[in-house]
Antibody, heavy 121, light 110 residues
Framework: EVQLLESGGGLVQPGGSLRLSCAAS????????MSWVRQAPGKGLEWVSA????????NYADSVKGRFTISRDNSKNTLYLQMNSLRAEDTAVYYC??????????????WGQGTLVTVSS | QSVLTQPPSASGTPGQRVTISCSGS????????VYWYQQLPGTAPKLLIY???QRPSGVPDRFSGSKSGTSASLAISGLRSEDEADYYC???????????FGGGTKLTVL
């Protein structure tokens, strides 16, 4: 059974940093691209970042480029999102989502339960 | 402001057929596949339609997708109370080099 379990969310001050993790199980992790998708309170879905199965290729939304870094450790079946210079508008539930192959597409067949990040003073 | 445009709301009565539209441009829907997601209240999104009109296993055939030019539609036939949810379209955007989502449509079953 595919499982994705996010952790690392919490309350952080503007300008602060946070690292999210997503522990994956139930599939060959290195064979699939992974993404982070966020949802601000009461708002719609926003794709944040993605990484190819090998970790060589990464993509970012313009809203987080230069501040967030996606990475993965295929030996630990874990996806990460390092978030720096956080802003109030980064407040959201962050989901990790599994892709359908090595390359990144909008196909997300499994999602985690989400972890809430709140940026506030 | 989302790259893909959806109506904010839609509604129907049980048994009815409803459609939800998704409008984009030549850099996304016009040249790439469209995906649809269903998000029930308080839960993570669920893949409903992929590659314009394909259903993952377990998704009822009451749900169907179509695409024409730079627009796409999700149709739900035989509407049921459990279909009340938010629905999102998504596509790859060549200009942004990443996936983009619509703003979402809240479906109410009257």
């Amino acid at each position: 059974e595919v499982q994705l379990l996010e952790s690392g969310g919490g309350l952080v001050q503007p300008g602060g940093s946070l690292r999210l993790s997503c522990a994956a199980s139930g599939f060959t992790f290195s064979s699939y691209a992974m993404s982070w998708v966020r949802q601000a309170p009461g708002k719609g879905l926003e794709w944040v970042s993605a990484i190819s199965g090998s970790g060589v290729s990464t993509n970012y939304a313009d809203s987080v480029k230069g501040r967030f870094t996606i990475s993965r450790d295929n030996s630990k079946n874990t996806l990460y999102l390092q978030m720096n210079s956080l802003r109030a508008e980064d407040t959201a539930v962050y989901y990790c989502a599994k892709g359908d192959g090595i390359m990144v597409t909008p196909y997300f067949d499994y999602w985690g339960q989400g972890t809430l990040v709140t940026v506030s003073s | 402001q989302s790259v893909l445009t959806q109506p904010p709301s839609a509604s129907g009565t049980p048994g009815q057929r409803v459609t939800i539209s998704c409008s984009g441009s030549s850099s996304n829907i016009g040249t790439n596949y469209v995906y649809w997601y269903q998000q029930l209240p308080g839960t993570a999104p669920k893949l409903l339609i992929y590659r314009n009109n394909q259903r993952p296993s377990g998704v009822p055939d009451r749900f169907s997708g179509s695409k024409s030019g730079t627009s796409a539609s999700l149709a739900i036939s035989g509407l049921r109370s459990e279909d009340e949810a938010d629905y999102y379209c998504a596509a790859w955007d060549d200009s942004l080099s990443g996936p983009v989502f619509g703003g979402g449509t809240k479906l109410t079953v009257l």
